[in-house]
């Protein structure tokens, strides 16, 4: 009988402790708009918008390079800073990557796009090749992989299936990355993923 494991700590659970709620610098019209388009509007919209903050010097100066500083001290991942919009009509994370450190690999229940602050984050992407019928069960491809830099824009992920990724850092520095999501789809978070057993779990935030 196979055996049956449950998702412990979700990609957005991890870490979170350190996180904290605040009013947010960036442009908040600009992130509500977004929010209100349908996807495929709003991600060309939502990765110009976080190429264009990874690039704000006032931005990096406040919320980046003090989150550097302390990054020193920490062994996982977590996510620094989370500004949410009403009725959580999205939501923009600052994630940390201390070196050696990464996700599992996972979805998200709502778009979502990302860009590195500092440093280089990898993306490790997949293709799922079953049709989902069967409960707790996903077939994954590794379909690429790239590496995220802050002169190399934005990475966009579709809800669901069509944004099975993982998310690491490396490299030799600590690194740092602004993400923004859209409103979610679904009850839950995402789902995360085990291929080396062909699992797969609903990943809940609470
Ligand atoms: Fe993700």
């Not at 062994?75 to 959580?88: K, L, T």
């Not at 984050?121 to 830099?149: F, I, N, P, T």
């Not at 923004?180 to 995360?192: F, I, K, S, T």
């Amino acid at each position: 009988m196979k055996g049956k494991t449950k998702c412990h700590k979700g990609v957005s659970e991890e870490g979170q402790e350190n996180h904290m709620r605040t009013t947010l610098t960036p442009d908040t019209n600009e992130l509500r708009e977004i929010a209100l388009l349908p996807t495929q509007s709003a991600l060309p919209r939502a990765a110009r918008f976080l190429s264009d903050l990874v690039k704000d010097a006032g931005f990096v100066q406040g919320e980046i390079l003090p989150l550097l500083q302390k990054s020193r001290n920490a062994q996982d991942w977590y996510v620094a800073r989370q500004y949410d919009g009403e009725d959580d009509s999205y939501s923009l994370k600052i994630f940390v990557w201390p070196v050696g450190t990464g996700t599992k690999i996972h979805d998200h229940s709502s778009w979502g796009a990302y860009a590195s602050a500092s440093g280089t984050v990898l993306e490790e992407r997949y293709d799922r090749l079953d049709d989902g019928s069967l409960m707790e069960h996903a077939r994954l491809k590794k379909a690429w992989q790239l590496s995220w830099s802050p002169e190399d824009g934005a990475s966009t992920v579709l809800p669901g299936d069509g944004g099975i990724h993982r998310v690491g850092n490396p490299g030799e520095d600590a690194a740092i990355s602004v993400h923004l999501y859209g409103p979610r789809l679904e009850e839950v978070d995402g789902r995360d993923y085990d291929p080396s057993r062909d699992y797969v779990c609903a990943r809940r935030e609470d």
